[in-house]
């Protein structure tokens, strides 16, 4: 299983990115995908999941501004962000929870 980020960046606040993640080695279509994220010195936050079917949840502080998704074909799974603040600077993980597996990580900086 090999989950790869990309598309961080360094971005002024009230920009946008979009995280792409890269999924292989296991059949991806009907699992649940998630977005999770790590800001120096804290825990590692929920930041959005999205169902086999495609329904979607996000955490309380990205919620409206944040948009998760997915492409079965492809086997990929994508992070709208917009509007993003400062405290939303930090490393966005990709996370398969059935296989526990997670990948390297992107970093993501919002700063004038």
């Known amino acids: 299983v090999h989950l790869e980020e990309s598309g961080g960046g360094l971005v002024e606040p009230g920009g946008s990115l979009r995280l792409s993640c890269a999924a292989s080695?296991?059949?991806?279509?009907?699992?649940?995908m998630m977005w999770f994220r790590q800001a120096p010195e804290k825990e590692r936050e929920r930041v959005a999941t999205i169902s086999g079917p495609g329904g979607t949840t996000y955490g309380d502080s990205v919620r409206g501004r944040f948009a998760i998704s997915r492409d079965d074909v492809n086997k990929m799974v994508y992070l709208d962000m917009n509007d993003l603040k400062p405290w939303d600077t930090g490393v966005y993980y990709c996370?398969?929870?059935?296989?526990?597996?997670w990948g390297r990580g992107t970093q993501v900086t919002v700063s004038s």
């Open positions: 080695g296991f059949r991806f279509s009907g699992y649940v």
């Open positions: 996370h398969w929870p059935t296989g526990n597996s």
